[in-house]
């Protein structure tokens, strides 16, 4: 699915609308982690946005145990968890996206919610 995602969060503290990042188009994917790879002792579903770099398509942002919370006119709200490495240690945060679908992953962004 050809999609663009804004990350309402940042390190689990939530963005006020004038703090939102600017949206990351690219295609969604979803895979599922089984209890081997995860802290959750379960499998769980990963969501990874495929963003263009170069010539090629690669994983970008990801979001884990992905679960949908609210559909806003033509946005979905996701929430789920990240995790970031800072001082050798593991940090793990909620994050939410704003999800909108697209019909590919070039052109200009949608307008504004």
């Given at each position: 699915m050809f999609c663009e995602v804004i990350e309402?969060?940042?390190?689990?503290?939530?963005?006020?609308?004038?703090?939102?990042?600017?949206?990351?188009?690219?295609?969604?994917?979803?895979a599922q982690w089984d209890s081997s790879h995860t802290s959750y002792h379960r499998t769980i579903r990963k969501l990874v946005l495929w963003v263009p770099w170069g010539t090629q398509i690669v994983p970008g942002p990801w979001l884990g145990d992905a679960q949908m919370v609210d559909v806003v006119g033509d946005a979905q709200l996701l929430r789920g968890d990240?995790?970031?490495?800072?001082?050798?240690?593991?940090?793990e945060h909620a994050q939410l996206w704003l999800l909108r679908a697209r019909r590919d992953m070039d052109g200009p962004p949608l307008p504004p919610v």
């Open positions: 309402l969060r940042k390190n689990g503290l939530r963005l006020r609308p004038e703090e939102w990042p600017a949206p990351v188009a690219g295609q969604l994917r979803m990240v995790l970031h490495s800072e001082d050798g240690r593991i940090h």
